[in-house]
């Protein structure tokens, strides 16, 4: 049997933009809050096992995509490398554990740093439910793995239910700036302010509108390696499309801001806030997953020696 007719993938570009920014997050420190990807020290050496918590990840991720990064080590949060070569005699013998088809799998192998390469795995999900053999013979010899926080267990007919029910489809989404400020302590208050503007180029891939509601939205500053994130308390709001009093609507492409601010305490000593790191999540009504963009924004320049500002333009590539 055929897969279905297939969807609008991401470019290479894109799908090297989404792992950078995974392993960026990983390495400084973070952790991986997308449930759509997983990352792997090594190859997985039992075909088997990799294809049902593929197919696990696939049925759970309700059409949109998954990323597999080969070449990571989740728990010492270091790129390790991988083999490119391994690709091709790895999935072949994962495939045949399918029940008539695979996701379709788009690969990818890039540098991320001199010797380590990194295998991206991007998954089209929206053949599902995906179906694998079980191995064990007997009566059951199929099985519909659906994942469950970090592990893979069989589908429960909530679970199946939910694969007929529509789902929202989340937009393209292109980063085009940021821009943090650190401003200086407001005399008495023992705290500094700070603000941050993120732009973004939003696309939705269906004729239905984007609804954005704020209290699923998050914006998180980190002001060096050593230092908390810290999370916008006093603002957020989205300007650039029609507004409701706590919610943004995108009902064509168009460019959008987020605007958040927070405060830190005082004592934080400037000299240790080389970089700036802003993580934004921007939940989506319907959706099953949500949008969420990490980056690295480097200092600029500014006379105000009590005043610290980040920027960082988008590339505008594809």
Known sequence: MAPPARMKKLTTFQIESWARTVIERLVSGGHVEDARVELKANWPVEARDAARRIAGQANAARGEPILYLVGISEGEKKVVGALQGNLANWWPQVCKYFDSFAP???????????GKTVVALYFETDGAPFVVTTGIGGAV?????????????????????????????????????????????????????WEARVRL??????????????????????????????????????????????????????????????????????????????????????????????????PIENTNSQERQWILEGTGGE
């Open 104 to 114: 379709r799998m788009h690969d990818h192998a890039f540098a991320y740093e001199p």
């Open 201 to 298: 180029y939003v696309a939705p891939r269906t004729p239905e509108q984007v609804t954005i509601p704020y209290h699923r939205c998050k914006l998180l500053v980190r002001f060096s390696e050593s230092s908390p994130c810290v999370e916008a308390n006093q603002l957020f709001r989205i300007v650039g499309s029609p507004q409701g009093g706590n919610q943004t609507v995108v009902y064509e492409p168009r460019q959008i801001e987020v605007q958040a601010t927070g405060q830190i305490d005082a004592s934080y000593p400037l000299s240790m806030a080389p970089i700036c790191r802003v993580s934004v999540r921007l939940g989506v009504v319907g959706a099953a997953n949500a949008i969420i963009m990490d980056y690295t924004v480097p």
């Open 141 to 193: 010899t199929h099985e519909v793995p659906w994942r469950h926080a970090t592990g893979i267990r069989s589908a429960t007919r909530a679970d199946l239910f939910s694969l007929l029910t529509p789902v929202a489809r989340l937009p393209d989404v292109e980063f085009l700036s940021a821009d943090i400020r650190l401003r200086p302590e407001a005399i008495g208050t023992g705290v500094r302010g």
